[in-house]
């Protein structure tokens, strides 16, 4: 069949057709429908494919993620430890309520021993702060420079945990007057800690 008998078919009799005309427009749409069918397939098939992809991404981030934190999952566990023995050891600084007037003697006498003059004394109200106590200790002590600046290494280098606060130093006849707030920490008893607790929640 000739190129130039193509060009003179009717598109709308096709039934009028020679056989080799109509052999031929059947294999063009036999293959047009076949191809068709295949881009469809292939789709479905190359979504399907970036979708396992994207999930296989994800997979792999939620594995790296879970294996960095069971790698450090021992050191996380080793600094946990250290920090419960840091802490046990600094509440072993903190001396509980009968302990406290043996402290404040000591303070007293860290400064009567560095021969300064205690012109004021004064502990005054703790105050409850979590799971401790802060008592605040007014002092005016009298003497000279060297002596008061020994008296507050004297006071860092105690057993027990004592702070200078707010401090003023003037000079006076004697020599120097320094005023200060010392400040004392304990730990709560458990008696002391669950009437806390109960406190806070009768005042809620």
């Known amino acids: 069949m000739k190129l130039a008998d193509l060009k003179n078919l009717n598109p709308k009799k096709p039934g009028s057709w020679p056989w080799p005309a109509k052999i031929i427009a059947f ?7 076949v191809a068709a069918g295949a881009i469809l397939i292939l ?7 970036q979708n396992a992809k994207q999930e296989e991404e ?12 069971a790698i450090n999952l021992d050191l996380i566990k080793k600094q946990l430890t250290e920090t419960q023995e840091s802490f046990g050891a600094l509440l072993k600084q903190l001396p509980n309520k009968s302990e406290m007037d043996a402290l404040l003697t000591d303070i ?8 300064l003059q205690f012109d004021l004394f004064k502990p005054g109200a703790e105050t409850v ?3 401790f106590a802060v008592q605040p200790i007014t002092i005016k002590v009298t003497g000279n420079y060297d002596d008061i600046g020994k008296f507050a290494s004297d006071i860092a280098m105690l057993p027990r945990i004592v702070t200078l606060n707010d401090i003023a130093i003037s000079p006076n006849a004697a020599g120097l007057t320094m005023d200060a707030t010392a ?3 304990r730990y709560l008893s458990d008696a002391e800690t669950s009437a806390q607790k109960k406190s806070a929640g009768a005042k809620k």
């Open 183 to 185: 400040k004392t920490f």
């Open 43 to 49: 789709q479905d098939a190359w979504n399907d494919l």
């Open 108 to 115: 007293n006498q860290a400064g009567l021993g560095r021969g």
């Open 129 to 131: 702060n979590g799971s």
């Open 27 to 33: 294999v063009l749409m036999f293959v047009a429908v």
């Open 58 to 69: 994800k997979l792999k981030e939620t594995f790296l993620v879970k294996k960095r934190e």
